[in-house]
């Protein structure tokens, strides 16, 4: 069974980082493209940024282009995101998934999970 879990969301103020974690299980890493979405209330779910597990290859969304950095730790099965500089439009629920194959460009999820609270105060 495909599990993705999310952990580190909380509340920040404007300017700081938060760091997220998504540990990936009952697949195999190495085959899979994996990132992060988000939405905020209102509003439709956007692409924030992924990592092929495969090559290590990323892409980010502009809106958080030189501002967040993805990164996996193979071995654990487990994906970052560091968030710095954040601003109060970055608050939302971010959720990891997974896609099988593919690539960085043009990610497709075949997998979510649950989210994680983000919340950046002016």
């Known amino acids: 069974e495909v599990q993705l879990v999310e952990s580190g969301g909380g509340l920040v103020q404007a300017g700081g980082s938060l760091r997220l974690s998504c540990a990936a299980s009952g697949f195999t890493f190495d085959d899979y493209i994996i990132g992060w979405f988000r939405q905020a209330p209102g509003k439709e779910r956007e692409g924030v940024s992924c990592i092929s597990g495969g090559d290590g290859s990323t892409y980010y969304y502009s809106s958080v282009k030189g501002r967040f950095t993805i990164s996996s730790d193979n071995a654990k099965s487990t994906v970052f995101l560091q968030m710095n500089s954040l601003k109060p439009e970055d608050t939302a629920v971010y959720y990891c998934?997974?896609?099988?194959?593919?690539?960085?460009?043009?990610?497709?999820?075949?997998?979510w999970g649950q989210g994680t609270q983000v919340t950046v105060s002016s």
């Open positions: 998934a997974a896609e099988r194959g593919g690539v960085v460009v043009g990610f497709v999820p075949d997998y």
